[in-house]
């Protein structure tokens, strides 16, 4: 079954820290690869996205994730956290040969949490 | 949150009854979709519509039905039929079908609770 994991709850950084949020995914071929951002109670809010080329993605709010083929992973990097930062963090896929549609297939979601 | 509005934000609905959950966008987008989200689970798509007067069930369609007469407009029932209906209902939209690469624009949300 095609799958994404996002295999921490919760991460916990101090401000000025690098962080890393994980994403493994689990999708024949060759997918498309996103991260979201979901601060309370609002709706979802697109970082980034990995199509082709070059492994390392960088998108909004200086946030940057790197793909890695050979361990079919997907993470989420800052190298120096905000307060601002903590939210609620998606990782998504959506497999090729979806029949004409880009249908996402989301992570359960990693709360990211940075402290003063 | 990008031109997608969902109204209203917070709804409440007594047992038996349906409800419907606006959503319209003005991206001029073709696709639409429909995710549930409850703690823990992640986005779950109920239903999606590639263009106008078409529409596909998602993985959890069941007590489900919507309607795409506009290509603005994507409104949700949630019928007496669904048994767990408490969540966040999340609203997207995303250009045109077959653009597997396209993200998803995302609305604000509106909070479902049964009393």
Not at chain 1, 27 to 56: A, E, M
Not at chain 2, 9 to 14: A, D, E, H, M, S
Not at chain 2, 51 to 66: L, P, T
Request: charged letters at 15%.
């Amino acid at each position: 079954a095609q799958s994404v994991a996002q295999p921490e709850d919760q991460v916990n950084v101090a401000e000025g820290n690098p962080l890393t949020v994980k994403c493994t995914y689990s999708v024949s071929g060759n997918p498309y690869l996103f991260w979201y951002v979901q601060y309370p109670n609002r709706g979802l809010q697109f970082l980034l996205k990995y199509i082709t080329g070059d492994n390392l993605v960088k998108g909004s709010y200086g946030f940057e994730a790197e793909f890695n083929k050979s361990q079919t992973s997907f993470h989420l990097k800052k190298p120096s956290a905000l307060v601002s930062d903590s939210a609620l963090y998606f990782c998504a896929v959506t497999p090729p040969r979806t029949g004409g549609y880009n249908k996402l297939i989301f992570g359960a979601g990693t709360r990211l949490a940075v402290h003063p | 949150d990008g031109g997608i509005t969902q109204s209203p934000k917070y709804l409440f609905r007594k047992e038996g009854q349906n409800v419907t959950l606006s959503c319209e966008q003005n991206l001029n987008h073709d696709a639409m979709y429909w995710y549930r989200q409850d703690p823990g689970q992640g986005l779950r798509l109920i239903y999606y519509s590639q263009i106008v007067n078409d529409f596909q069930k998602g993985d959890i369609a069941e007590g489900y039905s919507v309607s795409r007469e506009k290509k603005e407009s994507f409104p949700l029932t949630v019928t007496s039929a669904q048994k767990n209906p408490t969540a966040f209902y999340l609203c997207a939209s995303s250009i045109g079908a077959g653009g597997y690469y396209n993200e998803q624009f995302f609305g604000p949300g509106t909070r479902l609770t049964v009393l």
